[in-house]
């Protein structure tokens, strides 16, 4: 049931020796492989969405996770000891989350639990990693951690949350785009939490929100909301999800013409699609949220390229063996740097095995700033150790050319907000 | 769209184990799919029309055949099934011992994609190799050798093929409401006693539990019967689609059930992936909670499914006799016409998987490439990324798009000229049979657009 990338490889052993020749410096990174190999794995149980509705986001997640266990082997492990990673299918269902989740802990003994991107499976699983004391570090953008519906044991250090990242967009949509708003969202949950949070954020900033069009989950033909528009309106605010985002992007474009409000969404939306394909030339000019932005910036951070050549992706967000294979750019390094994460409170606390689990959770908790990084290519962040939530610079950029353009970085207190919980206050 | 929806229903619904990709389907619901549709549908109308306006002959003679070579006297076949029984019993071990995520294990890999996608539509398509890749007659055989004895017990005449009916629909709920049908380990436990308790009906009964009971022998035989090669006279031969059918006598009720039970929950498993299903659930497609809240609801669905498209397919004979002024007892013009059904549950089975095929098939290639995780590059792949770029781009999802619908629409255009040549072969003249055959023919141009309508559909799943 294992998934051993190791460092220890052929290619690696060469590495290293190369490296052990050019000089005595590389001496002690050769003298951890020779101990990491001899020690047991630190295993860590990915919580995978392999089939299901999360499964196009589950393969990047998984390319992510497997380029970082890989660098982080190559580099010595974590304490010397290399990480064994336990993938389990979940099926992007949160029974079977909680389950993954008990076999994590019961059946294969994981140190710690990590990698859950959508929200219902996180909701379902961390009851059953509070209950059997299980580090469970999930990926999932959600508010659910940071609004303490969850425990203790339930942590996401590696990626900001939905609440922080539309409260950020408020100041410049507001100072450049204009403060007439209207918004369009999918009448559930998703849309909701963008509705509520964007509507007090706008609002703050001297801004209105003129029209609330919320949209049935299973419409596919969009043209007989737009008259709902106010004519008043300066900027469209978008968040439409599922198969119909691109006729939704078409009809758009045909109601508007050239004369169009500016327009703001989030590429949740158009995540893992070209945004160069035809029949979204309407795109352009618009703005996006990029939790990372997609395309190499000019200004691209030796840790962006980096990062992308581990995992394998090239300057425009797309796999390197296939220009057409767009990844899920926006969301992905969140596993990434969680891992990193892991390695680093593991070591903050001298972690030793599952006994030190709640050890590992104060450690995490203690975290505060963590620069930008090999570790953190996205961007510096700060860790709030009471609601588990990490914070973090979010970025807008505009379609130029059929390219994402990175216009506007927010800074880390425009994304922050009053605590909603300490979960340091709960046993461990 | 709501009246569809209702005939769906009332026609009849599996889920697949790949995942819905969004853009792919975003790009579907951009392509001009209605018009798509009417095209398909008119070909298979166009058809029942061609076929009222020929010579009697014309319909019999598209499937003659073509003597080949003759039938290769290799005698392998025990060596290969012994091979076949090999290979199941690593990928069981595998399903035990190796990784959880079944995309990087080869037993869920094998049995869903290799064997289930491409297996089966491999035996529809171009003819019976369950007889050489079964992974019980060589077993079977050499236990007879070496125990030297015989099946203590008949198999019961009078049981027909119903237990492998019923074996059948065990099989289908499991692909379609198990929760997590491809997890390896429960997977490798529902194979492994699944061929051990056939193995204990062939050694009990004989061969006869293979081709009455064993549900997977029955589904490849069945769909063996529409390959372009098979037998004849003696010798190999090569015929289109259905040839096979029309040499062979009318097969017994139960086969004929489950030849109209394999279109029954092929179609199902296209159903219950669609907004309009999960609407009437009551399910957000856009936060699809999880096979696990589905199952008894698929449950049902896949038996109403079956229900309403025997029933259908029934009353369509019924009334094509009534019109033809025909009785013939309606046992009797039901095995008939079943193997008619064929064609387009094959065409329907590739259309739907193909997809995911597409995917998982490169991640069959992984693992050839790589079998036990140990950083191998059998097949010279270094760094093999699994791409569904194709998905991405407008021009190769319609290319997709219309090879689904081409299988769907040749699946049709099949069906309608075998049910039309069954007509004419069970003796009645050129008028009564087109007549006979009108209800039938009405049902299959509607199933092309049902089928279609499928195809280009918002998925939630």
Redesign the interface.
């Known amino acids: 049931?294992?998934?051993?990338i190791?460092g220890t490889?052929?290619r690696g052993a060469l590495k290293t020796l190369a490296g052990a020749a050019a000089g005595a410096t590389a001496l002690p990174l050769w003298a951890r492989y020779a101990q990491a190999s001899s020690s047991e794995p630190i295993k860590i149980g990915f919580q995978?969405h392999?089939?299901?509705?999360?499964?196009?986001y589950?393969?990047w997640y998984?390319?992510t996770t497997d380029a970082a266990v890989k660098l982080i082997n190559e580099g010595g492990g974590i304490n010397g000891r290399m990480i064994e990673l336990?993938?389990?299918?979940d099926?992007?269902?949160?029974?079977?989350g909680a389950e993954v989740v008990e076999?994590f802990a019961t059946q294969h003994n994981c140190d710690v639990g990590f990698g859950t991107l959508f929200s219902?499976?996180v909701i379902g699983s961390s009851p059953r990693a509070g209950e059997l004391k299980l580090p469970y570090f999930v990926v999932s953008e959600g508010h659910h951690v940071a609004s303490g519906m969850l425990n203790r044991y339930t942590l996401q250090p590696g990626i900001t949350d939905v609440k922080s990242q539309v409260q950020a967009m408020a100041p410049y949509v507001s100072e450049n785009l204009g403060k007439k708003v209207t918004m369009i969202f999918?009448d559930?949950?998703?849309g909701h939490d963008h509705r509520d949070f964007f509507s007090a954020a706008i609002e703050a900033q001297g801004g209105e929100v003129l029209e609330k069009i919320a949209i049935p989950?299973?419409e596919?033909s969009f043209t007989k909301y737009f008259p709902q528009i106010p004519r008043e309106t300066e900027v469209l605010y978008h968040v439409m999800?599922?198969?119909?985002?691109?006729?939704f992007v078409?009809e758009l474009g045909e109601f508007f013409g050239p004369s169009s409000p500016a327009i703001f969404g989030f590429i949740d939306s158009l995540e893992?699609?070209?945004i160069a394909?035809?029949?979204l030339e309407f795109l352009e000019g618009t703005y996006f949220w990029e939790g990372n932005p997609r395309y190499a910036q000019a200004d691209q951070t030796e840790h962006d390229k980096f990062f992308r050549a581990a995992v394998?992706v090239d300057d425009n967000g797309?796999?390197?063996?296939?220009?057409?294979?767009?990844s899920t750019y926006a969301h992905m390094f969140g596993c990434w740097e969680t891992l990193h994460i892991i390695k680093a409170g593991m070591e903050a606390s001298g972690y030793q095995g599952t006994g030190d689990r709640a050890k590992l959770i104060e450690a995490v908790e203690a975290m505060t700033d963590m620069p930008e990084s090999q570790a953190h290519p996205q961007g510096a962040k700060v860790f709030n150790g009471k609601t588990h939530q990490v914070f973090g610079h979010q970025y807008i950029s505009r379609v130029e050319e059929g390219k994402l353009v990175r216009v506007h970085t927010t800074s880390i207190e425009d994304t922050l907000y009053p605590d909603e919980v300490d979960y340091t206050t709960q046993p461990l | 769209m709501r009246a569809l929806g209702l005939l769906t229903l009332l026609l009849v619904p599996l889920a697949t184990l790949a995942s819905a990709h969004a853009s792919e389907q975003g790009f579907v619901l951009l392509l001009p799919t209605d018009i798509y549709i009417m095209a398909g549908v008119a070909t298979v109308a166009l058809t029942v029309v061609v076929l009222a306006l020929l010579p009697a002959k014309a319909g019999h003679a598209v499937f003659r055949s073509l003597s080949v070579a003759p039938v290769p006297s290799l005698g392998l076949r025990h060596v290969t099934s012994l091979l076949s029984t090999l290979l199941l019993g690593a990928l069981v071990w595998r399903g035990f011992t190796g990784p959880g995520d079944p995309l990087s294990n080869p037993m869920p890999l094998f049995v869903w994609t290799v064997w289930w996608v491409g297996l089966v539509s491999l035996q529809g398509l171009v003819g019976n190799h369950w007889r050489w890749t079964n992974p019980w007659t060589g077993i079977a055989a050499l236990l007879a050798k070496a125990t030297g004895l015989r099946a203590p017990f008949r198999y019961p005449r009078k049981l027909g093929h119903w237990p492998g009916v019923v074996i059948f629909l065990g099989f289908a709920a499991f692909l379609l409401t198990d929760p997590a049908p491809a997890d390896p380990a429960r997977l490798a436990a529902f194979a492994g006693f699944y061929w051990y308790t056939a193995l204990l009906g062939v050694v009990l009964f004989g061969p006869a539990w293979l081709v009455r009971g064993e549900a997977l022998t029955l589904l490849m035989r069945a769909y063996g019967r529409m390959g372009l090669l098979g037998r004849a006279r003696g010798r190999v031969s090569f015929g289109l689609w259905g040839w096979q059918v029309l040499a062979r006598p009318a097969p017994a009720l139960g086969l004929a059930v489950l030849m109209v039970v394999l279109l029954g929950t092929g179609s199902f498993d296209g159903l219950n992936e669609t907004f309009w299903w999960l609407g009437l659930l009551g399910i957000n497609p856009l936060e699809f909670p999880g096979r696990s809240v589905v199952v008894t609801q698929n449950l049902i669905g896949l038996v109403l499914s079956n229900l309403a498209l025997l029933l259908a397919f029934a009353l369509c004979l019924w009334l094509g006799e009534r019109l033809a002024g025909m009785r013939r007892p309606l046992r009797e013009v039901f095995c008939l016409y079943a193997p008619s059904i064929l064609p387009i549950a094959l065409g329907y089975h590739i259309a739907h998987y193909l997809t995911s095929f597409m995917v998982d098939g490169q991640y069959v290639i992984k693992i050839v490439n790589d079998p036990l995780g140990h950083g191998t590059a059998l097949l010279g792949l270094e760094d093999f990324y699994v791409t569904t770029g194709f998905f991405n781009t407008p021009g190769t999802v319609k290319a997709i798009w219309l090879s689904q619908a081409g299988a769907v629409v040749i699946g049709h255009v099949v069906a309608i000229l075998l049910a039309h040549a069954l007509a004419m072969r069970s003796g009645v003249d050129t008028r009564r049979a087109l007549l006979g055959q009108a209800p039938l023919a009405a049902f299959m141009v509607a199933y092309t657009f049902f089928g279609l309508w499928l195809l280009a559909s918002p998925r939630g799943l």
Do not use: Y
């Open positions: 049931m294992t998934k051993l190791n490889t052929r995978q392999s089939t299901g509705i999360g499964a196009a589950g393969r998984g390319r336990i993938a389990e299918d099926g992007t269902d949160p029974k079977r076999k219902h499976v999918p559930f949950a998703f989950p299973t596919t999800v599922g198969p119909a985002v691109l006729t078409k893992a699609v070209d394909s035809p029949g394998g797309a796999s390197v063996s296939d220009p057409t294979d767009v």
